[in-house]
């Protein structure tokens, strides 16, 4: 499948505005291509209570559920400036997955498989 990277830093950069992060003040997008062609975003959302604030990555997820599920090919997350952002432990592990380790995630090098991200990674397959 094509991956329009631009498209998806796009979406991720809009979504980003989006954010409700008063109390860090650090706004986070992220855009994601599904398997079936649809795009899935999310932004972060903080909380008065500040440990149970959801990272960018938890609304995608939900979002991809949502709609409809399927597997993640490509995911774009990005900073208040929009410039690419690497994802925090926990959220590796959300994206993974949905997505396992030939997703592909954009880095200031490039798209690099989720491999490099999350090795040796705990997943569906390590309960069977
Ligand atoms: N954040 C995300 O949304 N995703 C990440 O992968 C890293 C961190 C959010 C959480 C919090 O609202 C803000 O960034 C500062 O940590």
């Given at each position: 499948m094509n991956i329009d990277w631009e498209k998806l830093h796009s979406a991720a950069t809009e979504v980003m505005?989006?954010?409700?992060?008063?109390?860090?003040?650090f706004k986070v997008g992220v855009a994601a291509l599904v398997d079936d062609g649809r795009v899935v975003v999310g932004c972060n959302s903080e909380n008065a209570?500040?440990?149970v604030g959801l990272c960018a990555e938890c609304g995608l997820i939900s979002s991809l559920t949502a709609s409809g599920g399927g597997r993640l090919i490509a995911v774009v997350c990005v900073d208040g400036n929009g410039d690419f952002l690497s994802p925090c432990g926990r959220c590796r592990q959300l994206l993974f997955e949905h997505g396992g380790n030939e997703m592909l995630f954009m880095t200031p090098d490039g798209p690099k498989p989720f491999s490099t991200l999350l090795p040796w990674a705990f997943g569906p397959e390590d309960l069977k």
């Open positions: 505005k989006h954010a409700y992060a008063p109390y860090s003040n209570s500040y440990g």
